[in-house]
């Protein structure tokens, strides 16, 4: 990676309003788990679905869209893409390095307050939250990589992003058999789930499945994203 392409990056997400969006659902998760907690709701149970349906299922994703499609999307929109491919810096290191700052933010602001949450309601107990934090990071590099890919090979990156994680993961995947295979946040749940061992966490995706998919659409993504870049002309066009 390319120190000089990562300062350059994390400044310009978290210089903007983006930091705001990136801080917005975390702080909501720990707030959610500080009030449960104060209610009395601290059990394995609500832990879990707290956990799952936040964090894992909304949370995630749409911070894997504002971090992957912003580490390079506005770039490319705006022009300004086009004065850094002029340096002397391969595309594939700028692709490597955007993704790299996409799962350290994504590792910061999801992984880190899905940890935290948990163990505010049950502690260690069961594993719970360790289990959902490491869930939450590996889906987020998956998700990372997903959406830097999109960020390159379409303008209309947000548009895709929220409706494969909206409505396929979300509305589909609960109300198809088997759509669920191919969801990032389902092989999440599963690596998840090898962690933890709450009885109130079932999980729908086989872990001899979700680690391999997990893999392939990450190097995939990068992969892509990289020769899709190289060959992205100087003058904007594609």
Do not use: C
Request: aromatic share 8%; no cysteine; proline share 4%.
């Amino acid at each position: 990676m390319n120190t000089v392409v990562a300062a350059i990056t994390y400044r310009a997400l978290l210089g903007r309003r983006r930091i705001v969006l990136l801080l917005l659902l975390p702080l909501a998760l720990i707030a959610l788990a500080v009030l449960f907690k104060l209610v009395g709701e601290d059990d394995q149970r609500t832990t879990v679905l707290l956990l799952q349906s936040f964090a894992l299922s909304t949370m995630l994703p749409l911070l894997g869209l504002i971090a992957g499609t912003g580490v390079i999307a506005p770039e490319i929109d705006d022009g300004t893409i086009i004065h850094l491919m002029s340096k002397p810096i391969s595309r594939p290191v700028i692709i490597r390095t955007k993704f790299v700052v996409a799962v350290s933010l994504l590792a910061l602001f999801a992984a880190v307050p899905t940890y935290v949450a948990g163990w505010l309601l049950v502690a260690n107990e069961a594993g719970i939250a360790a289990g959902f934090a490491v869930g939450t990071l590996v889906a987020g590099i998956a998700y990372a990589a997903l959406f830097l890919l999109l960020g390159v090979v379409t303008r209309h990156a947000v548009t895709i992003g929220v409706i494969y994680a909206l409505v396929w993961e979300s509305l589909v995947g609960n109300l198809v058999p088997g759509a669920r295979r191919f969801s990032i946040q389902a092989w999440g749940q599963s690596v998840a789930g090898q962690i933890t061992d709450s009885p109130f966490f079932r999980t729908d995706v086989t872990l001899g499945f979700a680690v391999p998919a997990l893999i392939v659409v990450t190097l995939a993504g990068v992969f892509w994203a990289g020769r899709r870049l190289r060959v992205y002309s100087l003058t904007g066009d594609e």
